[in-house]
T-cell receptor, first 114, second 112 residues
Framework: EPEVTQTPSHQVTQMGQEVILRCVPI?????FYWYRQILGQKVEFLVS????????KSEIFDDQFSVERPDGSNFTLKIRSTKLEDSAMYFC????????????FGEGSRLTVL | GESVGLHLPTLSVQEGDNSIINCAYS??????FIWYKQESGKGPQFIID?????DKRQGQRVTVLLNKTVKHLSLQIAATQPGDSAVYFC???????????FGTGTRLQVFP
């Protein structure tokens, strides 16, 4: 069964460092998302991406965050200068088209900022 | 199984019993609602969804009920199995957006 894959599974970084989280969405999917989940809290929307541009973003997704689809398969989330409060599980998700309601999530990348 | 609201984070049921997980949502303009299951160390997994113009939808061993009058959503799991143990989240898709707003999860524990 096709799945969304994410790397790394866990990254530990120092505050102020740049982090790139990588995702390979399901191959025929066109809509891509990042969500995050701070330990013990709700899953929160960060950004949606379609046709090589951001279609929606949340208040969390400030200038420190960026997304990119550098090639036909990868979808990355970059945090330029990490803060302690960026520590969370980051989930990539994808779906085939906008009207589809089933969103497929990856297993997540845990980011720990020290 | 015992019905609890999301202010009680854990629901414990005996294997074979039915489980009912509840969710209160806030936005009356949501187009659809989804239940996700999240097992430890994994991402949310789609279970079932329901459009806002419906009040009930059934899947395999699961039923979702929507009460728009009181903005309440529930997930019923029939004959709960140990493999159903997980955290369950409801989520809503607000009209004219492409994002999901997740609720607070409920942990379902199934004991033999």
């Amino acid at each position: 069964e096709p799945e969304v894959t994410q790397t790394p599974s866990h990254q530990v970084t120092q505050m102020g460092q740049e982090v790139i989280l990588r995702c390979v969405p399901i191959s025929n999917h066109l809509y891509f998302y990042w969500y995050r989940q701070i330990l013990g809290q709700k899953v929160e929307f960060l950004v949606s991406f379609y046709n090589n541009e951001i279609s929606e973003k949340s208040e969390i997704f400030d200038d420190q965050f960026s997304v990119e689809r550098p090639d036909g398969s990868n979808f990355t989330l970059k945090i330029r200068s990490t803060k302690l409060e960026d520590s969370a599980m980051y989930f990539c998700a994808s779906k085939t088209d906008r009207s589809t309601r089933e969103l497929f999530f990856g297993e997540g990348s845990r980011l720990t900022v020290l | 199984g015992e019905s609890v609201g999301l202010h009680l984070p854990t629901l414990s049921v005996q294997e074979g019993d039915n489980s009912i997980i509840n969710c209160a949502y806030s936005n009356s303009a949501s187009d659809y609602f989804i239940w996700y299951k999240q097992e430890s160390g994994k991402g949310p997994q789609f279970i079932i969804d329901i459009r806002s113009n419906m009040d009930k939808r059934q899947g395999q061993r699961v039923t979702v009920l929507l009460n728009k009058t009181v903005k309440h959503l529930s997930l019923q799991i029939a004959a709960t199995q140990p493999g159903d143990s997980a955290v369950y989240f409801c989520a809503e898709n607000v009209h004219n957006t492409d994002k999901l707003i997740f609720g607070t999860g409920t942990r379902l524990q199934v004991f033999p």
